[in-house]
């Protein structure tokens, strides 16, 4: 693996860090998982009509103009000028490395082509120039107001989501842990403000450590402990002894997706399928958020052999495993997927792109009216915005507030109509996307 | 995919939550809680100190953190950590030594981080180091940082953690690591790549409110077009810093157009971007921001606008002198009653470390159990650095509670806290939990905790088993009063 050149420097990284943090904390991670027993308890019939959300966030502005091609617009394939993507467009369909067509318009890069299968059964459908039409640029600033569901609103620190879970009742009476953020360490700002949600790092080495012979003694101490702590803290601790025990009961090892369903072997992969698990043992899980990251193209983007290609195939594989097993068990699921900002409408010189505007949304589920790319043009009239025009004379315009989308998705699929908490100030306009 | 990527996907997570006001140390004076700002945690040895030298002499001791002796660090280090000095040359020539394992590099970044965090006596030193890693936030396995993020640790942020802010800015504008992680090596007049721009205004001088466009990031970027790395293979320079003349941009700039702080730089080459770089240490959205900063980490997470306003006009009186700027964050804790800050993972992981008088032999282990917490040094995955908040930390509580039972069940090799010498002479229930307070708070557990920790041990009477009493200490780093300084 030495004295060679730089071209063998990005896999000598993913070995080295492997390597390397097997040696410090994944032996650590290894043997703390204790011997799971298998414990299923999963229910065949549903209980409620409100769906459960799963919210997926991609972390660092994710390139909407590889991720849905407008490859009927010629300028996105123009040699020069603002549009021009000379290394990093995706080729039309029908040519090596092309798209699949969706709707003569826009087309799937053939790294998330497993995402038409979704799209062709009608659950699945993007939203193009959508997003946060706050003018920063700046990945911070994007995702905090993105997260929160306002714009520019620096007293608001709770989530679209979080305030959702704060105003409904429980979709199961009595239950201990209605959100979780998989596969992170912390609650996303998503979710902030929402009661019973805890971050769960890896659902299979989620247990107390220590002596196994003093664990529930040590436990009940840690809960009298907390008791009188500051809220945060022991809503916290408390949110953490419940989902200990919650986790214990599923047999999260032993869990077999549905559907012929085939997860990527990655962290992504791995928290749809817990999600899956975990929304088949309805225990009471509502709403789940997953963040997958690395979007932030800079440069060596490479959307057909490298990074980003990589990136987007771990995001449509990942989403397809989990429709196929989720929809094995029941369609009362929504799923959404959105980004910070789209990305500079044209190329830099490094191969890549800087931070951008409009971008493109991804729902997927039961009452999706899928099979449709929704777009509006800079007169609000289905169609494409075009990249004739461009905002700032640089990036793809904002002709749908992401909110639109999310604000249809908390009324129609969450059931709650109170949506002037959850994304206050602002008045949308459905789409049509959720029947 | 490895577990890096269960950090790639934390990118940008909450950072927020309206911080409530932290439990009041009731109790507690002005003098001890002045330790814990200043420190990585309570030791018995630093309290004395702190009271032999008094609030304002504690001050300026730490300040004058070359007058420290800090000579046993030292030696361990001179032992064993031989790669910190390096060049990024030197650096990458042992990354293609084919009989060397590059890993080794990350042992000793990871390792020299956690030994002087944990045995330091320049300990202010130290969490200036660590504030500066976070400001100028490089995730280590971007690209080549891996090799990088070494050399910049010695030659930015522990060279200048305590000297002249714009030296640090500079040291940092020119750090092959910051270069290759923000893609301005690729930077070049054509098609210029925004990202470092954005980023030094946004996060590392103005601030996102400080006052600058989308076209002040367009003009920044061109200040900065051959801003280079030597590409590898250069004899003796591989990877260092390099100004190529000709992929700069030499035309005039103008920055902050119409605004009583506008700009205008002269056609130029390398000289352009060293001129924005002194006038943005200079801008009072620079003061305003890293003083605000600076008192979120040593102050408390909500700093009054009076208390930000009087560190930056020291700020701006200094031209960005960092040891008269901390003078006066530190005699904030002094003047007002501070509330109380949540300790982050590694914070909580050292000072466990500190207070129970760890044997380690082996430091590039222990930051492992930092990490189950998703707070591993550099390993932040997006450019803004691990927060530093309540509320993005509080969410997740179990792989702190860990923390404790890993290093008292000795799970963590080479590491040993001998909770039996740390007992000696202590007699029954109550002498146990009175020496937990002398060594890990120096000052009571709240009432609740000890009642609890009583029941735990056993209410009255003999001194516990030994394994009783490990228990019990792994639940004394857990409970609510450890997570506070």
């Known amino acids: 693996m030495h004295g060679h050149s730089s071209c063998a420097c990005r896999e000598y990284n993913e070995l080295s860090r492997r390597s390397f943090l097997s040696v410090g904390a994944g032996t650590l991670l290894a043997s703390s998982v204790p011997a799971w027993l ?62 699949t067509n969706l709707d003569g318009m826009f087309g799937l890069p053939p790294a998330m082509a497993s995402l038409s299968e979704a799209y062709q059964n009608g659950h699945l459908a993007v939203v193009h120039a959508a997003g946060l039409t706050d003018t920063s ?73 220590g002596n196994p012979k003093t664990a529930v003694q040590r436990q009940a101490s840690l809960r009298e402990m907390y008791e009188s ?34 997860y990527p072997e990655t962290l992504f992969g791995k928290s749809l399928k817990a999600s899956a ?65 789209g990305r500079r409408a044209g190329e830099n010189a490094s191969h890549g792109t800087d931070h951008g505007h409009g971008n493109a949304m991804f729902v997927m589920g039961g009452r999706v009216n899928g099979g449709h790319v929704y777009s509006r043009d ?40 109170q949506l002037d908490k959850v994304f206050p100030g602002w008045t949308p306009q459905f789409q049509g996307i959720i029947s | ?130 504030f500066w890693s976070d400001h100028f936030s490089i995730y280590l396995f971007a690209d080549l940082a891996f090799l990088l993020k070494t050399h910049d640790d010695a030659n930015v942020t522990r060279k200048h953690a305590l000297g002249k802010f714009k030296d640090l800015l500079r040291a940092s504008a020119k750090s092959p690591a910051m270069l290759t992680y923000l893609n301005n090596n690729t930077n070049v007049k054509e098609h210029p790549n925004e990202n470092y721009a954005r980023e030094l205004m946004e996060l590392h001088t103005l601030g996102v409110d400080g006052g600058y466009t989308q076209r002040d990031v367009q003009e920044v970027a061109r200040c900065f077009t051959g801003w280079t790395i030597y590409p590898i293979g250069t004899p003796l320079n591989a990877l260092a810093y390099r100004f190529d003349a ?29 001129k924005l770089l002194d006038a943005l240490a200079r801008h009072p959205s620079t003061a305003r921001f890293i003083s605000k900063k600076l008192l979120r980490r040593f102050w408390g997470e909500n700093p009054p606008i009076e208390m930000v306003d009087q560190v930056a006009g020291v700020f701006t009186a200094t031209d960005g002198d960092l040891k008269a700027v901390m003078g006066a964050v530190l005699s904030m804790n002094v003047i007002l009653s501070t509330p109380s800050k949540y300790k982050r993972p590694f914070h909580l992981l050292v ?79 109550e002498g146990v939990m009175d020496r937990i307070e002398d060594m890990m708070l120096g000052q009571p557990l709240k009432t609740a905790e000890r009642n609890s920790l009583r029941k735990f041990l056993g209410v009255s009477g003999p001194t516990p088993p030994l394994s009783r009493i490990q228990d019990a200490l792994s639940l004394a780093i857990a409970c609510p009063s450890f997570q506070w300084y």
């Open chain 2, 246 to 274: 000709s992929k700069h941009d030499a035309g005039p700039k103008t920055i902050f157009q119409g605004t009583p702080n506008e700009l205008y730089i002269a056609p130029g080459g390398e000289i352009q971007g060293q």
């Open chain 1, 229 to 262: 702590t500051p809220a945060i803290l022991k809503n916290a601790a408390k949110v953490t002894n419940d989902t200990i025990a919650l986790l214990d009961a599923i047999d999260f090892e032993h869990y077999q997706p549905g559907g012929g369903a085939v």
């Open chain 2, 1 to 130: 995919m490895s577990t890096l990527s269960a950090l790639a996907n934390v990118m940008g997570t909450a950072v927020t939550a309206v911080p409530p006001a932290g439990p009041t140390n009731q109790g507690s004076d002005v003098l001890l809680r002045l330790v814990g700002r200043m420190t990585y945690g309570f030791t018995a040895q630093e309290w004395e100190l702190a009271k032999s030298l008094g609030a304002q002499g504690y001050i300026a001791h730490h300040l004058n953190y070359t007058g420290i002796d800090d000579s046993e660090v030292e030696a361990v280090l001179a032992g064993g950590y031989w790669t910190l000095g390096y060049t990024p040359h030197q650096l990458w020539q042992l990354y293609c030594d084919s009989n060397f394992d590059a890993s080794v590099i990350l042992e000793h970044l990871i390792g020299s981080t956690t030994l002087r965090a944990v045995r330091s006596r320049r300990q202010l030193f130290e969490r200036m180091v660590e």
């Open chain 1, 277 to 341: 698990a975990l929304i088949k043992a309805q225990v009471g899980v509502e709403a789940v958020c997953v963040d997958r990251g690395d979007w932030d193209t800079h440069s060596n983007a490479q959307p057909v052999t490298g990074g980003l290609a990589a990136n987007m195939a771990d995001l449509a594989n990942g989403l397809t495993a989990f429709y196929r097993d989720i929809f094995s068990f029941s369609t009362n699921i929504v799923v959404v997927v959105m980004s910070e900002f």
């Open chain 2, 351 to 429: 000072s466990t470390l500190r207070a129970l008088d760890a044997k380690i032999d082996r430091w590039d282990y222990l930051a492992g159990l930092a990490y189950n917490a998703g707070h591993y040094p550099f390993l932040w995955p997006a450019p803004n650095g691990y927060p530093d908040a309540l509320g993005y930390w509080s969410s997740l509580q179990l792989t702190r509670w860990n923390i404790g039972s890993w290093l008292i069940d000795s799970r963590v090799p080479g590491t040993v806290i001998n909770v039996g010498k740390c007992m000696a002479g202590a007699i029954g229930t």
């Open chain 1, 38 to 99: 298998p414990r299923v308890a999963i229910a065949s019939s549903e209980r409620s009509e409100r769906q459960v959300i799963v919210s997926i966030f991609l972390r660092g502005g994710a390139d909407g103009l590889t991720l849905c091609v407008p490859h009927g617009d010629p300028l996105y394939y123009a040699a020069s000028g603002p549009t021009a993507r000379p290394t990093i467009a995706i080729a039309p369909p029908g040519l090596p490395n092309g798209c």
């Open chain 1, 137 to 209: 640029r700046s990945h911070f600033d994007a995702m905090k107001f993105m997260e929160v569901g306002a714009l520019g609103n620096p007293s608001l620190f709770t989530g679209w989501l979080g305030r959702h879970l704060a105003q409904t009742d429980p979709i199961l009476p009595g239950s201990l842990l209605r959100g979780i953020s998989l596969g992170s360490y912390a609650v996303p700002t998503t979710m902030n403000g929402g009661p019973s949600t805890t971050p769960v790092p890896d659902v299979l080495s989620y247990g107390l450590a």
């Open chain 1, 378 to 417: 800079l007169n609000g009239n289905p169609g494409w915005v075009g990249l004739g025009d461009l905002y700032e004379d640089l990036d793809v315009h904002i002709t749908t507030d992401y909110r639109d989308i999310l604000a249809e998705i908390v009324q129609k699929c969450l059931d709650d109509p």
